[in-house]
Protein backbone atom coordinates (compact mmCIF):
# COMPACT_ATOMS: atom_id res chain seq x y z
CA UNK A 1 0.00 0.00 0.00
CA UNK A 2 1.53 3.71 -0.67
CA UNK A 3 0.91 6.57 1.33
CA UNK A 4 0.31 9.73 -0.36
CA UNK A 5 1.79 13.16 1.63
CA UNK A 6 0.25 16.30 -0.31
CA UNK A 7 2.12 19.70 0.18
CA UNK A 8 2.18 23.22 -0.50
CA UNK A 9 -1.18 24.40 0.24
CA UNK A 10 -2.35 27.71 1.88
CA UNK A 11 -3.61 30.98 1.75
CA UNK A 12 -3.39 32.99 -1.23
CA UNK A 13 -4.92 36.15 -2.82
CA UNK A 14 -7.41 35.60 -5.87
CA UNK A 15 -5.25 36.00 -9.08
CA UNK A 16 -1.93 33.90 -6.99
CA UNK A 17 -0.26 30.70 -7.63
CA UNK A 18 0.53 27.99 -5.14
CA UNK A 19 2.32 24.90 -6.41
CA UNK A 20 1.41 21.45 -4.80
CA UNK A 21 3.43 18.53 -4.13
CA UNK A 22 2.69 14.48 -3.86
CA UNK A 23 4.88 12.45 -2.32
CA UNK A 24 4.62 9.08 -2.78
CA UNK A 25 5.97 5.99 -0.45
CA UNK A 26 6.75 3.68 -3.32
CA UNK A 27 6.83 3.93 -7.09
CA UNK A 28 4.06 5.67 -9.10
CA UNK A 29 5.92 5.37 -12.47
CA UNK A 30 3.25 2.45 -13.72
CA UNK A 31 0.66 4.80 -12.78
CA UNK A 32 -1.97 7.25 -14.23
CA UNK A 33 -2.16 9.83 -11.61
CA UNK A 34 -4.85 12.43 -10.65
CA UNK A 35 -5.33 15.80 -8.20
CA UNK A 36 -8.73 15.87 -6.42
CA UNK A 37 -9.93 18.19 -4.30
CA UNK A 38 -13.00 18.76 -1.69
CA UNK A 39 -14.26 22.24 -1.39
CA UNK A 40 -16.27 22.68 1.83
CA UNK A 41 -19.44 20.79 1.96
CA UNK A 42 -19.54 19.29 -1.27
CA UNK A 43 -18.18 15.84 -2.52
CA UNK A 44 -14.43 15.32 -3.60
CA UNK A 45 -13.83 15.93 -7.61
CA UNK A 46 -11.74 15.04 -10.08
CA UNK A 47 -9.43 17.85 -11.37
CA UNK A 48 -6.19 17.05 -13.47
CA UNK A 49 -4.66 13.60 -14.48
CA UNK A 50 -1.62 12.57 -15.74
CA UNK A 51 -1.00 9.60 -17.18
CA UNK A 52 2.50 6.82 -17.20
CA UNK A 53 3.38 8.54 -20.28
CA UNK A 54 2.81 12.24 -19.80
CA UNK A 55 -0.10 12.80 -21.11
CA UNK A 56 -2.66 14.99 -19.51
CA UNK A 57 -6.39 16.19 -18.67
CA UNK A 58 -7.80 18.49 -16.92
CA UNK A 59 -11.67 19.64 -15.63
CA UNK A 60 -13.03 22.37 -17.43
CA UNK A 61 -12.79 24.41 -14.44
CA UNK A 62 -9.30 24.46 -14.15
CA UNK A 63 -8.09 24.30 -17.54
CA UNK A 64 -5.48 26.75 -18.86
CA UNK A 65 -4.84 27.74 -15.25
CA UNK A 66 -3.59 24.33 -13.25
CA UNK A 67 -0.46 22.62 -14.86
CA UNK A 68 -0.10 19.14 -13.61
CA UNK A 69 3.27 17.20 -14.15
CA UNK A 70 5.50 14.28 -12.27
CA UNK A 71 8.80 13.35 -11.57
CA UNK A 72 8.91 9.34 -11.28
CA UNK A 73 12.48 9.34 -10.10
CA UNK A 74 11.42 11.10 -6.88
CA UNK A 75 7.72 9.65 -6.56
CA UNK A 76 6.30 12.81 -7.14
CA UNK A 77 2.93 14.71 -8.68
CA UNK A 78 2.93 18.21 -8.54
CA UNK A 79 0.15 20.74 -9.46
CA UNK A 80 1.19 24.22 -10.37
CA UNK A 81 -1.96 26.49 -9.73
CA UNK A 82 -2.12 29.92 -10.82
CA UNK A 83 -4.65 32.85 -11.68
CA UNK A 84 -6.37 30.83 -8.37
CA UNK A 85 -9.84 32.14 -7.46
CA UNK A 86 -12.18 32.02 -4.29
CA UNK A 87 -13.85 28.86 -5.91
CA UNK A 88 -10.46 26.79 -5.97
CA UNK A 89 -10.86 27.05 -1.87
CA UNK A 90 -11.00 23.56 -1.03
CA UNK A 91 -8.75 20.24 0.28
CA UNK A 92 -6.73 19.10 -2.55
CA UNK A 93 -5.65 15.21 -2.83
CA UNK A 94 -3.68 12.70 -4.73
CA UNK A 95 -4.42 9.34 -6.12
CA UNK A 96 -4.17 7.20 -8.97
CA UNK A 97 -6.29 7.74 -11.48
CA UNK A 98 -9.87 7.02 -11.00
CA UNK A 99 -10.13 4.34 -13.76
CA UNK A 100 -6.86 3.10 -11.80
CA UNK A 101 -9.23 0.53 -9.18
CA UNK A 102 -8.64 0.18 -6.54
CA UNK A 103 -7.18 3.80 -5.11
CA UNK A 104 -4.67 3.84 -2.32
CA UNK A 105 -5.78 5.04 1.24
CA UNK A 106 -6.07 8.94 0.72
CA UNK A 107 -3.57 11.01 2.47
CA UNK A 108 -4.25 13.79 4.95
CA UNK A 109 -4.51 16.37 1.61
CA UNK A 110 -3.53 20.11 2.19
CA UNK A 111 -5.79 22.94 2.21
CA UNK A 112 -5.95 25.60 0.04
CA UNK A 113 -8.02 28.79 0.81
CA UNK A 114 -8.30 31.89 -1.97
CA UNK A 115 -9.73 34.90 -0.41
CA UNK A 116 -8.76 38.87 0.02
Known amino acids: QVQLVESGGGLVQPGGSLRLSCAASGSIFINSMGWYRQPPGKERELVAVITSGGGTHYADSVKGRFTISRDNAKKTVYLQMNSLKPEDTAVYYC???????????WGQGTQVTVSS
Open 95 to 105: NKDPASTPLWY
